[in-house]
Structures are given as structure tokens and as C-alpha cells.
């Protein structure tokens, strides 16, 4: 299972970024996927998720509105849109796998995902 995130960049606020997670080495539509990030100084925190089993979504509430998931099997990728980019949106973005341990399941809780790729950096500022 191997995840690879790209995307990030240097943006002011108000901008917008796609983040994307290319897979590879399973079936995608098997996993949820779950974007998170970290900013210095803070705990890691659940972003959004998608559901592989219907492809709903789970969002933080700091990100409602303003950040979309989504899923393109085809391309065996997923990704994250940030718009209205805001400050305290400036930290590493990871996205993360996991086989859903029950029928329906996804969650922010990146204790519960097994599969990690790197981080790309995220900074917001004027």
C-alpha cells in the first residue's frame, strides 16, 4: 500500500490549493481515505474522510464549506480542494488509508488509519 500526496504550496489568504493522494498497491475503492494534518507545535488532526462504501464525507468543522474531498477511481486518486485558504490552515497535509473495520465506516481519527504517505507543506500567508 503506497500513498503519495502532492499539491502544497505558498498561497495567501483567501487562494485555493488541490492537494491529490495517488495510490498504489490496492484497490482503492476497497479503503476509506482520510486527509490530515499537523501544524509546529500541534497534534495531528482529521481534515476530511471519504467513505469507500458510498462516498460519503466527514469534515473538521475549522474546514466545512470551504474544503471538498473526493475520490477518482480511475485514476486511483484522491483528492483534497482548499478554498477561502486561511492562516490556520498552514501546516503539513497527509493522506492516509485504511480497510474499513465495519460496514459504513470512516473517521477524522488518524489512530484508526494503518497507511500513511509523506507530507506535502501547506502555508498560508500574506
Known amino acids: 500500500v503506497q500513498l503519495q500526496a502532492s499539491g502544497g504550496g505558498s498561497v495567501q489568504p483567501g487562494d485555493s490549493l488541490r492537494l491529490s493522494c495517488e495510490t498504489s498497491?490496492?484497490?482503492?475503492?476497497?479503503?476509506?481515505i482520510g486527509w490530515f494534518r499537523q501544524a509546529p507545535g500541534k497534534e495531528r488532526e482529521g481534515v476530511a474522510c471519504?467513505?469507500?462504501?458510498?462516498?460519503?464525507?466527514d469534515y473538521a468543522n475549522s474546514v466545512k464549506g470551504r474544503f471538498t474531498i473526493s475520490r477518482d477511481k480511475s485514476k486511483n486518486t484522491v483528492y483534497l480542494q482548499m478554498n477561502n485558504l486561511k492562516p490556520e490552515d498552514t501546516a503539513v497535509y497527509y493522506c492516509?488509508?485504511?480497510?474499513?473495520?465495519?460496514?459504513?465506516?470512516?473517521?477524522?481519527?488518524?489512530?484508526?488509519?494503518?497507511?500513511w504517505g509523506q507530507g506535502t507543506q501547506v502555508t498560508v500567508s500574506s
Open positions: 498497491g490496492f484497490t482503492l475503492e476497497r479503503y476509506v
Open positions: 492516509a488509508a485504511d480497510l474499513p473495520p465495519a460496514y459504513g465506516w470512516y473517521s477524522l481519527n488518524s489512530a484508526e488509519y494503518d497507511y
Open positions: 471519504i467513505s469507500n462504501y458510498d462516498e460519503s464525507t
